[in-house]
């Protein structure tokens, strides 16, 4: 069964430093999307994306976040300088269409931890 | 701001048993997922539910969707081990919307 993939499963960082979290979404899914959770939190949405461009972002998804689809299979997420409060677990998700059932797919996560 | 609270936020009980977990907001919304979550992993969809007061089955999970769109619930009969995790319900408040807004979770853990 086709699945969301994410790299790497963990990424430990410095503070300030620049990471960028790799997906691979379902190949026949046209929308993608963020989301992160910080331990012990709800999961919280950040971004989605269709068409190479932005359609919707949280306000927590500020000028360090960046996210860019470079081929026919990746979806990145970019920090430019992560802060403390980044450390979150980040999940990617994908959707193949607008229906009615929206359902969205979500990867395992990577676990970011900056120190 | 939509918020999604689950009840109970934690659940034990013993193998064989049934229980009920609810999701409630004061806001309408399009569609609903339930989620389930292991820890270290990302949610894996149970199932989705768009019309008021529409009842799905999977296996010994029974979901429901309140006639006002408003809330939900999830239904296990006969609880076992495996269904220990954590539970997370997910709406859209409208059609166009993008963003899945999750409620707070349910913490399950079956006792043997």
């Known amino acids: 069964e086709p699945e969301v993939t994410q790299t790497p499963s963990h990424q430990v960082t410095q503070m300030g430093q620049e990471v960028i979290l790799r997906c691979v979404p379902i190949s026949n899914h046209l929308y993608f999307y963020w989301y992160r959770q910080i331990l012990g939190q709800k999961v919280e949405f950040l971004v989605s994306?269709?068409?190479?461009?932005?359609?919707?972002k949280s306000e927590i998804f500020d000028d360090q976040f960046s996210v860019e689809r470079p081929d026919g299979s990746n979806f990145t997420l970019k920090i430019r300088s992560t802060k403390l409060e980044d450390s979150a677990m980040y999940f990617c998700?994908?959707?193949?269409?607008?229906?009615?059932?929206?359902?969205?797919?979500f990867g395992p996560g990577t676990r970011l931890t900056v120190l | 701001t939509q918020l999604l609270e689950q009840s109970p936020q934690f659940l034990s009980i013993q193998e064989g048993e049934n229980l009920t977990v609810y999701c409630n907001s004061s806001?309408?919304?399009?569609?609903l997922q339930w989620y389930r979550q292991e820890p270290g992993e990302g949610p894996v969809l149970l199932v989705t539910v768009v019309t008021g007061g529409e009842v799905k089955k999977l296996k010994r999970l029974t979901f429901q969707f309140g006639d006002a769109r408003k809330d939900s619930s999830l239904h296990i009969t006969a609880a076992q081990p495996g269904d220990t995790g954590l539970y997370l319900c997910a709406g859209l408040t409208n059609f166009g919307n993008e963003k899945l807004t999750f409620g707070t979770g349910t913490r399950l853990t079956i006792i043997p």
């Open positions: 998700a994908s959707r193949m269409d607008r229906t009615i059932y929206n359902e969205q797919f």
């Open positions: 806001s309408v919304f399009s569609s």
């Open positions: 994306f269709y068409n190479n461009e932005i359609s919707e």
